[in-house]
Structures are given as C-alpha cells and as structure tokens.
C-alpha cells in the first residue's frame, strides 16, 4: 500500500527489522503490545487507516489508505512534452 521497505518501517517505528519479520510470519514471540502499537503508529503517520468493522459500509475490519490533501495530480490538458517526466 505504501510501496515501503522493511527497514523504512523499522526506522520510523523503532521496532527491530528481524522482530518485524517475525510478526509478518504470525511466529513474533517476542512482539509486545508495545512493538504492535509502534508500528501501528508508525503507520498511520505514513497515510494507512485501520478501519474497524463497519467503519466504510458494510464488511469487516480492514486498512485503507488516508486521502491525500491538496494533490490532485494534471488535468489532461495541462498535459505537454514540457512537463514530461
């Protein structure tokens, strides 16, 4: 969703990389609820919604991505081989 590395998340969380691959395995033994609200955290302010169930309609819990103020990206007729990328 982020398009980010592990060692990203490990750094703005402050949770080890070996510890957060362990989670990712369902085997992060060693994973306190201290380790789980710091990514968590870590998360949110990188732009993911942790939606609980109901929160967006009918189903399920579940993660969406927050909405990006003040960037709507070119309309298409702003579009020219002068700001081509």
Avoid: C, W
């Amino acid at each position: 969703m982020l398009d980010i590395t592990i060692d990203r998340l490990g750094q703005e969380s402050g949770v080890p990389v070996l510890l957060i691959l362990q989670i990712e395995a369902s085997n992060g033994y060693d994973a306190t609820p201290q380790h789980h609200a710091a990514l968590k955290t870590a998360l949110e302010r990188m732009g993911v919604v942790f939606l609980q169930p109901g929160d967006a309609g009918p189903g399920g819990e579940g993660l969406r991505l927050a909405a990006q103020a003040g960037d709507d990206g070119m309309r298409p007729e702003e579009l020219t081989a002068a700001n081509d990328d």
